[in-house]
């Protein structure tokens, strides 16, 4: 079966690192654009990341530039989102998800979900 599984996440002080993991079944990640997303209760799913699939450039969202690092294992198949300097408004279940083309800050755009994994900073 195709598809993306996040895991990761957890519950960390204000300040603290989590590395979340995307792997891929499947499909080999250097083919598509793989990013990471997030939601708040009771907010929209919000682009954080992507890695492109072409040249490897990667995009972050500015409330995450400087603290987050997303990376791409080919031989795992797996893409990573490091997040470090974590703050109670990063708080959300983070999802990866695959598109066919180019990396895109509109999550309608994506192809292909993961599941989510909880990402909970407290204060």
């Known amino acids: 079966e195709v598809q993306l599984q996040a895991s990761g996440g957890g519950l960390v002080q204000t300040g603290g690192s989590l590395t979340l993991s995307c792997v891929a079944s499947r499909f080999n990640v250097d083919d598509y654009a793989i990013g990471w997303f997030r939601q708040a209760p009771g907010k929209e799913r919000e682009g954080v990341s992507c890695f492109s699939r072409k040249d490897g450039s990667t995009f972050y969202t500015d409330s995450v530039k400087g603290r987050f690092t997303i990376s791409r294992d080919s031989a795992k198949n797996t893409v990573y989102l490091e997040v470090n300097s974590l703050k109670p408004e990063d708080t959300a279940v983070y999802y990866c998800?695959?598109?066919?083309?180019?990396?895109?800050?509109?999550?309608?755009?994506?192809?292909?979900w993961g599941q989510g994994t909880q990402v909970t900073v407290s204060s």
């Open positions: 998800a695959l598109r066919f083309t180019r990396c895109s800050v509109h999550a309608v755009s994506y192809n292909l």
